[in-house]
């Protein structure tokens, strides 16, 4: 299966990268610039390519992206929020259709390729937050492509992570070989990885259970225990309200 990887640079999508090039036949790696504030994702997402010896297209879609605006990833007026990343609070981190966006410009030039698929590694700890990472998203897209390319090309939306875990994902990275300090997830784009934003408390907490070494430096390399305790705490204070409303009901 001749297959072109969507790849931001970050722990999912170079472990997909691995992956395909592993088990299928990895044609190249497509990145987007949609004016993001971690653009220098991209840097890893170059050095994936390098690494396994393919060809790396950036898309350029600042113009598309300066009307995504409302997002704290494509808008600087508004901060990335620190915190467990199944909180609500992290839903400003969504930018409209981007997944629809980007993934309509990849099947295009698959199709153009005469590649077979594309790879895209949303996964299931993204379900909470981003609408176009679920299993009905995948399946209603390819339903799209498969109208908008009938004839021209059989293109297949590839989405092993679909329905696993970070985790799941980060154990897959420790099988392959992926180098994980050599991915970039911080939405922050700084120096270094805060540690702190929903993606890097993510990441840590995901390799931390698949028992995965994390050479990666981070601000705060401990907060993940911080954010995943409150997110607990506030989870079951949540469980508990209901369970009141509900006996009080009856």
Request: glycine letters at 8%.
């Amino acid at each position: 299966m001749k297959t072109i990887v969507v790849c931001s640079g970050g722990l999912d999508s170079v472990t997909l990268a691995y992956k395909v090039a592993a088990e299928h036949n990895l044609h190249s790696l497509i990145s987007f610039d949609y004016g993001q504030r971690h653009k220098k994702e991209l840097d890893f997402a170059a050095r994936t390519a390098r690494d396994l010896g393919v060809k790396h297209h950036i898309v350029d879609l600042t113009p598309v992206g300066a009307l995504l605006t409302g997002s704290s990833l494509t808008s600087d007026d508004i901060d990335v929020p620190d915190g467990h990343y199944a909180e609500e609070t992290m839903r400003i981190t969504v930018v409209p259709n981007r997944n629809a966006i980007m993934l309509a410009v990849a099947f295009g030039a698959a199709a153009s390729a005469g590649a077979d698929a594309v790879a895209a590694a949303v996964h299931g700890g993204d379900h909470f937050i981003y609408p176009d990472c679920r299993p009905d998203f995948i399946k209603s897209f390819q339903a799209m492509q498969d109208h908008a390319l009938e004839g021209v090309r059989d293109v297949t939306l590839y989405t092993p992570f679909v329905n696993v875990s970070k985790a799941d994902i980060a154990l897959e990275a420790g099988r392959l070989g992926v180098p994980v300090d050599l991915t970039w997830s911080c939405y922050k784009g700084g120096e270094t990885h805060c540690g702190r934003c929903g993606t890097c408390v993510e990441r840590r907490e995901a390799l931390e259970l698949a028992g995965i070494k994390d050479p990666t430096v981070y601000v705060d390399r401990e907060y993940w225990k911080q954010a995943r305790a409150d997110h607990r705490a506030r989870q079951l204070a949540a469980h508990e309200t209901a369970s009141a409303s509900n006996n009080a009901a009856e």
